[in-house]
């Protein structure tokens, strides 16, 4: 009688999980937004994002001439964070950190609303030393990541389309490079066309208060809701991907939030941005909040989010040490 029981709460809880997986499709299919219509962009709105309209200062061209990296990692930064890159450069971007896997890493940089030349020197002379930094002649300022972010697509789809992967990853995060490599191995070979992951944000509305940091007016997106898109702080995309939106990118009109229009451009070539979990879906690997140190934690993560230069060396050989410990 009790083995009976049992059976029927199993049965109960099967029918629960296959109506509560309906409610889920037909409520996707209900809130998502309609495809846009492939209509270009007005030209001087195309203009603002569009890579003909900058000018390159500092290149990094033959970096992937004769290799074909498994991974290319992008880092988005500003004149003024020399210590961001020199953390980066002894820790999950320093060469040679897999055996037998070819991972690159690029600094990307605009340049400030007012010149610094003591700055601006140094920069030059780090890329000299390093051969890691592209900077181009557009403002860096927050509304202007938007057109950081296609730079970056440009780069890719023209310097370095040999490349498996790239990863855009902001400099205040904490990448596992390891375990990023093992899940992009473990992925099938279709990852290696039309790809990207991260922390996918599926249900995400404008903001409509202009005091909010990411008010975006009904006059720019008039739309109640954003397409699938995944979070700026870190995502990783097959390099077909880096041509391909920037194409669909004379068919959306810029916002200034960066991770949303890339969405949008997503959302024109019908890609669907793919959740990176473990454990059915428990396990966020792209972590995007912020966590304590604790060297197991992390290394069943592909990014934690919010280290300064500071704690980012100060953890990093902790982390190394005892990584196969855990």
Same mark, same amino acid.
């Given at each position: 009688?009790?083995?009976?029981?049992?059976?029927?709460?199993?049965?109960?809880?099967?029918?629960?999980?296959?109506?509560?997986?309906?409610?889920?499709?037909?409520? /996707?299919?209900?809130?998502?937004?309609?495809?846009?219509?492939?209509?270009?962009?007005?030209?001087?709105?195309?203009?603002?994002?569009?890579?003909?309209? &900058?000018?390159?200062?500092? /290149?990094?061209?033959?970096?992937?001439?004769?290799?074909?990296?498994?991974?290319?990692?992008?880092?988005?930064?500003?004149?003024?964070?020399?210590?961001?890159?020199?953390?980066?450069?002894?820790?999950?971007?320093?060469?040679?950190?897999?055996?037998?896997?070819?991972?690159?890493?690029?600094?990307?940089?605009?340049?400030?609303?007012?010149?610094?030349?003591?700055?601006?020197?140094?920069?030059?002379?780090?890329?000299?030393? &390093?051969?890691?930094?592209?900077?181009?002649?557009?403002?860096?300022?927050?509304?202007?990541?938007?057109?950081?972010?296609?730079?970056?697509?440009?780069?890719?789809?023209?310097?370095?389309?040999?490349?498996?992967?790239?990863?855009?990853?902001?400099?205040?995060?904490?990448? /596992?490079?390891?375990?990023?490599?093992?899940?992009?191995?473990?992925?099938?070979?279709?990852?290696?066309?039309?790809?990207?992951?991260?922390?996918?944000?599926?249900?995400?509305?404008?903001?409509?208060?202009?005091?909010?940091?990411?008010?975006?007016?009904?006059?720019?997106?008039?739309?109640?809701?954003?397409?699938?898109?995944?979070?700026?702080?870190?995502?990783?995309?097959?390099?077909?991907?880096?041509?391909?939106?920037?194409?669909?990118?004379?068919?959306?009109?810029?916002?200034?939030?960066?991770?949303?229009?890339?969405?949008?451009?997503?959302?024109?070539?019908?890609?669907?941005?793919?959740?990176?979990?473990?454990?059915?879906?428990?396990?966020?690997?792209?972590?995007?909040?912020?966590?304590? &140190?604790?060297?197991?934690?992390?290394?069943?993560?592909?990014?934690?989010?919010?280290?300064?230069?500071? /704690?980012?060396?100060?953890?990093?050989?902790?982390?190394?040490?005892?990584?196969?410990?855990?």
């Amino acid at each position: 009688m009790r083995k009976r029981s049992r059976y029927k709460l199993l049965e109960y809880f099967a029918i629960a999980g296959l109506i509560t997986f309906v409610v889920i499709l037909v409520f /996707n299919s209900t809130i998502r937004p309609s495809l846009p219509k492939k209509t270009p962009a007005p030209k001087e709105l195309y203009n603002v994002i569009s890579p003909s309209t &900058y000018k390159f200062i500092l /290149n990094q061209p033959e970096l992937c001439e004769n290799i074909s990296p498994f991974l290319v990692l992008v880092i988005p930064v500003t004149l003024k964070d020399t210590e961001a890159r020199t953390a980066i450069r002894r820790t999950w971007g320093q060469d040679g950190l897999i055996p037998r896997v070819t991972i690159l890493h690029l600094f990307v940089i605009g340049q400030p609303a007012q010149r610094d030349p003591v700055l601006q020197e140094h920069l030059e002379k780090e890329s000299k030393e &390093y051969g890691d930094i592209i900077q181009m002649d557009f403002v860096d300022s927050y509304h202007n990541l938007t057109i950081k972010t296609m730079m970056i697509m440009n780069w890719i789809a023209t310097y370095c389309q040999g490349a498996w992967y790239a990863m855009k990853i902001d400099a205040d995060i904490f990448l /596992n490079v390891r375990y990023l490599v093992d899940y992009l191995h473990d992925q099938s070979k279709s990852s290696r066309k039309d790809y990207i992951t991260g922390s996918v944000i599926s249900d995400a509305v404008p903001h409509r208060d202009s005091f909010n940091k990411w008010y975006i007016s009904e006059g720019l997106y008039p739309d109640s809701w954003y397409p699938p898109y995944v979070s700026g702080a870190a995502y990783v995309f097959s390099t077909d991907l880096a041509r391909k939106i920037s194409w669909a990118s004379r068919f959306v009109r810029p916002i200034p939030l960066e991770d949303v229009y890339v969405g949008l451009c997503l959302h024109v070539l019908g890609v669907k941005p793919v959740y990176a979990t473990k454990f059915l879906g428990f396990r966020n690997l792209f972590e995007v909040r912020r966590l304590k &140190y604790e060297r197991c934690t992390f290394a069943k993560r592909i990014i934690v989010n919010g280290f300064n230069p500071q /704690n980012l060396l100060r953890i990093w050989h902790d982390f190394q040490k005892s990584y196969f410990t855990c």
